[in-house]
Every structure is written in C-alpha cells, then in structure tokens.
C-alpha cells in the first residue's frame, strides 16, 4: 500500500530555533501533499496544501512566513517552523494523495511529528 | 463553516462487545463522510468512507451509515478485538476544497480481554 514517512519522528528545541519536518512518499509519487497540526485532544486542523514545484496554499490563519513549506520533488515535501515559540509545540502530520487531487478521495497519512519547543 | 462533531473517549469496552462511535457533521452540500483510524505509532489510515446519503461504509468488520437527515455517520462493530484499539477519526470532505479534510477531535478506543 502507499506509505507515508516523516522525519524526525520527534523534535526538542529552544525558542527562536527553526525546525524542519519532511514528509515522504515511499512508494509513490505525489503531486499534493497537506500538512496538518493537532493539539491535545483537538482535531487535525489543516494548516496548508502543497503542490509539487508551486507555492503552497496556507489556511487561513496559518502565517505563511512562520511555516514555510518546500514540496521541491514529487517525493518529499518539507515544513519549517521558523523562530519557533512554546505555542508552536505540536503534533504535525503530513498526507500525499496519489495522481490528480480533484479525482482522489483517499490522502495517506504519515506517523506525524511531535514538535517540543522549550 | 463546515465542523464534525464525535463524541469523546476514552472508550473502554471488553472483547467481543459491540461497538459505537458517535459522529454527527454540519457541511454545506453534499459532504463524503470518512471514518479514519490510527494505530499507536502510526499514521491515520482509512477505514471506511461514504459518498452519499443512505450509502454504508463497511470495512474490518465495521460499518457506518451515511444518514443525511440527522446529519450522522456513527461507526459501529458487533464484536471488537483486542486488536481494534486504536484512535478513530471522523471526518468529511467539505465544499471548501477539492480535497480538504475536516476531522472531528478522535475518539480513543481500548479493548481489554
């Protein structure tokens, strides 16, 4: 089946550091990825959409500057969390769909990343 | 906007007891319904899903059923097993984008023998 990997699976850091989470598709390629975060015993809230050699698309609300999101392959998109504060700690999952979004129903899941900033 | 409300856990139930997970939705349209799960250490996968009304999602043993007049997608399983403990996830796909998710917060599932 289609798999999701991200890395790390989880991160400490100081505040004012930035911190980068990537999200891979293993055995497929992925044109659109997402990124979510979810708090404790929240829902997943989606922060962006990304696309494969394009600008990502940010909810809104999401500060566009302080979560910078690379999709530079069809195999690898990343997350920066820049100048990270204590409220950026989180949990943050990423999702691939396989081939055109707009006839896909069903994204793929990473583990997520436990993000801790101090 | 459009929201999915489940209701909360934890959810502790012995083996071979039947299951039900709450899932009610508020969407404009005509939302796909979704009922994802998460195993510890993993990511979210699909379980099941619906597409319209009166459609049932069936999937492992569990089922839900898309019911448009009282906004509800409730997962149900005759008999859980250890093995199903995990986090279940609601969730639809809303008029807000092709393929935005709106999840409801999960419900956490732990079957004992």
């Known amino acids: 089946g289609a798999v999701v990997s991200q890395h790390p699976s989880w991160v400490i850091c100081k505040s004012g550091t930035s911190v980068k989470i990537e999200c891979r598709s293993l055995?497929?390629?992925?044109?659109?990825m997402f990124w979510y975060r979810q708090f404790p015993k929240q829902s997943l809230m989606l922060m962006a959409t990304?696309?494969?050699?394009?600008?990502?698309?940010?909810e809104q609300g999401v500060e566009k500057d302080k979560f910078l999101i690379n999709h530079a392959s069809l195999t690898l998109s990343t997350l920066t969390v820049t100048s990270a504060h204590p409220e950026d700690s989180s949990f943050y999952i990423c999702s691939a769909i396989i081939g055109l979004a707009e006839f896909q129903e069903t994204q793929y899941f990473g583990p997520g990343t436990r993000l801790l900033v101090l | 906007g459009d929201s999915v409300t489940q209701m909360e856990g934890p959810v502790t139930l012995s083996e071979e007891a039947f299951l039900t997970i709450n899932c009610t939705y508020t969407a404009t349209g005509y939302p796909s319904l979704f009922w994802y799960v998460q195993y510890p250490g993993e990511g979210l996968q699909l379980l099941l899903k619906a597409t319209k009304a009166d459609d049932k999602g069936s999937n492992k043993g569990f089922e839900a059923t898309y019911r448009k007049e009282t906004t509800s997608f409730h997962l149900e399983k005759g008999s859980v097993q250890v093995s199903d403990s995990a986090v279940y996830f609601c969730?639809?796909?809303?008029?807000?984008?092709?393929?935005?998710?709106?999840f409801g917060a999960g419900t956490r599932l732990a079957v004992h023998p």
């Open positions: 969730a639809l796909r809303g008029s807000g984008g092709y393929n935005k998710l709106i």
């Open positions: 055995d497929f390629q992925a044109t659109t």
């Open positions: 990304s696309n494969e050699g394009s600008k990502a698309t940010y």
